[in-house]
């Protein structure tokens, strides 16, 4: 067990000194795949709930144990872990959407997946005009020999 000393130094280093704790998050979104996600460590502070990002993660900890800290990597990347989530997990998680923790700029997965399904129709369509590029220069080939 730390000293209560060494512990209120580990605090001062980590919020005085680093910009932020990166939370290991491989196989956690995706199968097979070495992953992170950072936790900023300091923030602008909102005038109605001055807490950091770290704050809240060492709550969420305390109440939730290491479903608190998926809950917390899931809020901020705005994204569902993959298998099974825990009861203590659901309720981690609808606690840190009512708080003020920084999520990933830009990041939209809904919009993701609008994205992804106009990629697959292009595609498709694309597959198609070369189909018929094929056929064209078949019937091409066929004229040219009568």
């Not at 979104?29 to 109605?48: G, H, R, T």
């Given at each position: ?43 602008y502070k909102d005038l109605k709930d ?22 917390f990597m899931a809020e901020t990347r ?35 997946v609008i994205t992804i399904a106009r ?28």
């Amino acid at each position: 067990m730390r000293k209560m000393e060494d512990l209120i130094a580990l605090d001062d280093i980590i919020r005085e000194h680093t910009f932020w704790i990166s939370l290991n998050a491989n196989d956690t979104f995706y199968y097979a795949c070495a992953d992170a996600v950072d936790c900023p460590v300091s923030q602008y502070k909102d005038l109605k709930d001055p807490r950091e990002n770290i704050d809240i993660l060492i709550e969420a900890y305390k109440k939730w144990g290491n479903e608190g800290i998926l809950a917390f990597m899931a809020e901020t990347r705005m994204q569902e872990p993959i298998g099974k989530n825990t009861k203590e997990y659901k309720e981690a998680r609808e606690w840190l959407a009512k708080q003020p923790v920084e999520r990933e700029e830009g990041r939209n997965p809904s919009q993701e997946v609008i994205t992804i399904a106009r990629l697959e129709t292009e595609n498709k369509n694309l597959r198609q005009q070369i189909r018929e590029m094929g056929k064209e220069k078949s019937v091409d080939k066929k004229e040219e020999k009568s």
